[in-house]
């Protein structure tokens, strides 16, 4: 078989052709010239809520010309956490992935930094609050872009008729919709007296001891009111200080007034708890109270989500953000900075806010004031001061200040519950801090 | 030289006639005792998602008497069966279930004939191996399959991830070395004769598998594939962790992602979804019981 060569002369000139061809021709922009991207979002719980998310997506895909699939991946079964261990171990996978409070510095070193896309933002919407520094930076770096999706405080959710009846608290006086908190009063031993009162009352406050999130950042929000930590910033143990014994003593009398099976409550318990009408007063966003809204309308029209009560050393409520992270292994991370940016203006967050019926929280400061928490009811104003509005109390989240890796397996771990669980059941309290610090120490070597 | 009498007579205890119908009766009482509470004990959990099933969601926030329907209500069954996504999530079950039980019968039925009765050397060791596999759980295994399938897309552009006919691969993984291993045992119980005689008849291997050992061990096959069938329809990790589209979501998965929302659970559609889900399995092992359970014991027995 005789085979024809290609002379240098001719592959020059053949090459000069095409080069020239491709030059002159006219530059045809396609529909996904910008190639593509794959977005991994929480699924919101809120129906409707998802739709907000995938328009404002839609409209900037159409404007950048970029083909883009979104997946919306429930918390469900963990089923987002699989996600982000499976794609982080195959470095393969969605381009921009929802990622839960921890996960960005558990996953720290395969995430893009998004310096450059918080310093325009924070220039647009103000400071994000210290949880979400803390959740989110790293060495300096900003690990993932936090996202308004999902992002929750948990604050006390209140029965105005059951708290005026039966420990003689207006919670609508203490947080007027509209205005600044009266609460100097609203403090832990006025939250412990309330508490006995409601239970004497026949409807104990719904606050659970369980291993789950609810509990946990309860717990945690109640030990740092006192200045407790089990681990500081700098990775040392705090264990067995006297502000973790003030904590421990605290949800020991706290416990004698909660409902009995509390230690084995999940996340939907404290919910089930609100809207059945058997307790005065709930740790929750306003998630149950959504569901009152729909399945119990006369519970609904008598909640009041407001802030959390003082400890001796402040007031603390937990905030639990949500982050959007791109791999450093994504295949188009200049598009997926970009979607971030668009999904992260103010106008953009409060369509999102109002899908999730005020349910999800951004974390900068200038927009904790949107009308949403103004407007949504019955009753009228009930989540006003749901994002704190007022900066009437520190955001946190439960075992900070501690390095987050640490910090991370004590929050999971349920460290702070088990803690006043044994405790309350009347293991010593020296017994009970050896036991923490055992578990810390551990949590530090892995 | 003294004589002793001995007494041939049996024990002076009086016959008992009918003593044996009697202990009969006993051991059915006992038997039906115990089975009236095994009954009671694995019933309760159906009864109780039957029940909650037909309640209002806010008969079900009320929390009132768990045990009883005060406004029976189908609003759960209407909502799931007229629900484009239940469909789907039921649809893709079903295929996938389909597939993968013919997939498993066409590699376990030939294989477990082959370790059985193809003598060659290190036919045991292999018939051992092959059920060694199975005990290797998913949870081990769905990060490094996950790893294999990105690889595979980012090699081929063929997208495996986030496909419902991934799960077409993965669940034979699964059934495969069950279904051989208890075919093994059920071919290793029909007596050698009938292929010596089928050989001197000049059938081939094939023709003895078809012809020969298919038809004898059909309960044992049966069992196979009801073994089959309840794995894929009931699988759970891989499911979660390969799939995430909502179009791509098999039934036990889909109930669970779309039921439940954070703290927020839908737990009529919730119960009336898994009882919905649990249906086909039941149907079937109520129609192939006696097949599943002679196809389990078979060659536990000699003889």
């Known amino acids: 078989m005789s085979r024809r060569k290609l002379s240098r002369r001719q592959f020059v000139a053949a090459t000069a052709l095409s080069s020239a061809a491709l030059i002159t021709a006219p530059y045809v922009r396609g529909a996904h010239a910008a190639g593509k991207l794959s977005i991994g979002f929480w699924d919101h719980w809120v129906p409707g809520a998802n739709k907000a998310s995938t328009d404002i997506v839609n409209a900037w895909a159409e404007k950048e010309k970029v083909e883009v699939q979104i997946d919306y991946i429930p918390s469900q079964g963990n089923k987002n956490l699989l996600t982000i261990a499976a794609e982080a171990q195959a470095k393969s996978g969605h381009d921009i992935l929802a990622m839960p409070t921890w996960w960005p510095h558990a996953q720290a070193e395969l995430l893009e930094p998004m310096n450059d896309v918080m310093e325009g933002l924070i220039k647009q919407n103000g400071e994000p609050n210290g949880t979400v520094k803390y959740l989110g930076q790293s060495k300096g770096k900003w690990l993932a872009v936090p996202a308004s999706v999902g992002s929750q405080i948990k604050g006390p959710c209140s029965r105005i008729d059951l708290m005026k009846q039966h420990a003689g608290i207006d919670v609508k006086a203490l947080y007027p919709a509209g205005a600044p908190p009266k609460a100097d009063s609203w403090t832990l031993e006025t939250f412990l007296k309330a508490a006995e009162a409601c239970q004497k009352g026949g409807v104990p406050f719904g606050i659970g001891l369980g291993e789950t999130s609810d509990n946990v950042d309860t717990a945690g929000a109640i030990f740092q009111s006192f200045g407790a930590a089990l681990v500081d910033e700098k990775g040392n143990l705090t264990v067995k200080t006297d502000a973790v014994r003030q904590a421990l003593e605290f949800y020991k009398k706290l416990i004698s007034f909660l409902p009995p099976d509390a230690g084995a409550w999940d996340d939907s318990s404290n919910n089930k708890w609100l809207v059945s009408g058997r307790g005065a007063l709930i740790m929750n966003p306003p998630s149950a109270w959504a569901v009152a809204k729909r399945d119990a309308p006369q519970v609904a029209e008598q909640c009041w989500t407001h802030g959390f009560p003082a400890g001796p050393k402040g007031r603390y409520a937990p905030y639990l953000s949500y982050f959007w992270g791109t791999w450093s292994f994504s295949k188009n991370k200049e598009a997926a900075k970009s979607v971030l940016r668009a999904l992260s203006q103010a106008d953009a967050i409060e369509k999102m806010c109002v899908a999730s019926g005020g349910y999800d929280l951004p974390c900068y400061e200038k927009l904790t004031t949107l009308k949403v928490w103004q407007e949504e009811g019955p009753p009228k104003g009930t989540l006003y001061h749901y994002p704190n509005p007022h900066n009437h109390q520190t955001l946190s989240i439960a075992a900070a200040p501690a390095p987050p890796k640490i910090a991370q397996q004590i929050y999971t771990q349920a460290t702070l519950t088990k803690m006043c669980l044994r405790y309350s059941k009347g293991e010593a309290m020296e017994k009970v801090l050896a036991w923490a610090e055992g578990e810390c120490e551990g949590f530090m070597r892995s | ?303």
């Open chain 2, 1 to 303: 030289m003294s004589t002793v009498t001995i007494d041939k007579a049996g024990p002076t205890r009086k016959a008992k006639y009918g003593s044996i119908s009697r202990d009969r009766a006993w051991a059915l009482r006992w038997s039906y005792f115990f089975l009236v509470i095994f009954a009671i004990f694995f019933l309760t959990p159906p009864v109780y998602m039957l029940i909650t099933s037909l309640k209002s969601s806010a008969e079900i926030s009320a929390a009132t008497n768990p045990w009883w329907v005060f406004h029976p209500t189908l609003e759960n069954y209407i909502a799931l069966l007229t629900s484009n996504q239940f469909l789907r999530f039921f649809w893709n079950s079903a295929i996938v279930s389909i597939f993968v039980v013919t997939i498993t019968m066409l590699i376990s039925v030939p294989a477990a004939f082959a370790l059985s009765r193809m003598r060659f050397w290190g036919s045991a060791t292999l018939a051992t191996g092959v059920f060694l596999t199975y005990l290797i759980p998913e949870t081990l295994l769905f990060i490094p399959l996950f790893k294999m399938f990105a690889v595979i897309g980012d090699w081929t552009g063929i997208q495996l991830i986030n496909r419902w006919y991934v799960l077409l691969i993965l669940y034979p993984t699964l059934t495969v070395p069950f279904c051989t291993w208890i075919m093994i045992g059920y071919f290793a119980s029909i007596p050698k004769e009938l292929d010596e005689a089928a050989v001197i008849d000049g059938a081939s291997w094939i023709q003895t598998l078809t012809r020969i050992f298919i038809p004898v061990a059909f309960p044992g096959i049966i069992a196979a594939t009801i073994f089959a069938f309840t794995v894929s329809w009931a699988q759970f990790l891989y499911p979660l962790v390969f799939t995430t589209s909502t179009d791509q979501l098999v039934m036990p998965v889909g109930i669970i992602t779309t039921l439940i929302k954070g703290d927020v659970f839908n737990w009529g559609q919730i119960m009336t979804g898994a009882l919905l889900g649990a249906a086909p399995p039941l149907i079937i092992y109520a129609f192939l019981m006696d097949y599943y359970i002679a196809g389990l014991t078979a060659g536990a027995t000699k003889g």
